[in-house]
């Protein structure tokens, strides 16, 4: 079955960087858009970003932009996302999810979801 | 940004119980709505898409409705398994925005 496993969380102070990778397996990486969703510890879920199947189209949320930057690579079959400048409001685990409908589409039913990896930010 | 209101944000219910969640949409947003269930420590699991459908595998206790800008999730006979947050989710618009969750206890 389709498996998204995400990595590169940690312990970062205020101010710095991190990046995020979501290594994606079991189904045809290049025909889906992937996004990024968060979860603030005992909040309720949060999109982040978005790109299309085809890594050409990015869409974030206001509380990011300018800040994060969501990209892929077909040839490991990994999502990323770079995150800069980072602020106690951005600790949250953070999932990959992919939607559920292949060929361009940037919006849809999220299908199958990673397990998360957990951002602190913490001086 | 589309704003999706859930309702209640928690309830407790029995085995066997039917249960009611609802999520009004701040405009229109056709049937591109969602919902998940979350169990703790889990990532959420789509339940059903596009307002009713069911996702494979999904047992059919579990329905959706809607009426206009107002939609409705339902699972008809509570089992033990169901304890967990559920959550909205409209796609129609980016920003893609949740509901803020409602917490079944069982």
């Known amino acids: 079955q389709v498996q998204l496993v995400e990595s590169g969380g940690g312990v970062v102070q205020p101010g710095r960087s991190l990046r995020l990778s979501c290594a994606a397996s079991r189904f045809p990486f290049s025909y889906y858009g992937l996004h990024w969703v968060r979860q603030a510890p005992g909040k309720g879920l949060e999109w982040v970003a978005v790109?299309?199947?085809?890594?050409?189209?990015?869409y974030y949320a206001d509380s990011v932009k300018g800040r994060f930057a969501i990209s892929r690579d077909s040839s490991t079959n990994t999502l990323y996302l770079q995150m800069n400048s980072l602020t106690t409001e951005d600790t949250a685990v953070y999932y990959c999810?992919?939607?559920?409908?292949?060929?361009?589409?940037?919006?849809?039913?999220?299908?199958?979801w990673g397990q998360g990896t957990l951002v602190t930010v913490s001086s | 940004d589309i704003q999706m209101t859930q309702s209640p944000s928690s309830l407790s219910a029995s085995v066997g119980d039917r249960v009611t969640i609802t999520c009004q949409a701040s405009?229109?947003?056709?049937?591109?709505l969602n919902w998940y269930q979350q169990k703790s420590g889990k990532a959420p699991k789509l339940l059903i898409y596009d307002a009713f459908n069911l996702e494979t595998g999904v047992p059919s206790r579990f329905s959706g409705s809607a009426s206009g800008t107002h939609f409705i999730f339902t699972i008809s006979s509570l089992q033990p398994e169901d304890f967990a947050t559920y959550y909205c989710q409209q796609y129609d618009n980016l920003p893609i925005t949740f509901g803020q969750g409602t917490r079944l206890d069982i």
């Open positions: 999810a992919r939607i559920s409908w292949p060929a361009g589409a940037v919006a849809g039913p999220f299908d199958n």
């Open positions: 790109i299309s199947s085809d890594g050409t189209n990015k």
């Open positions: 405009q229109d947003i056709s049937k591109n």
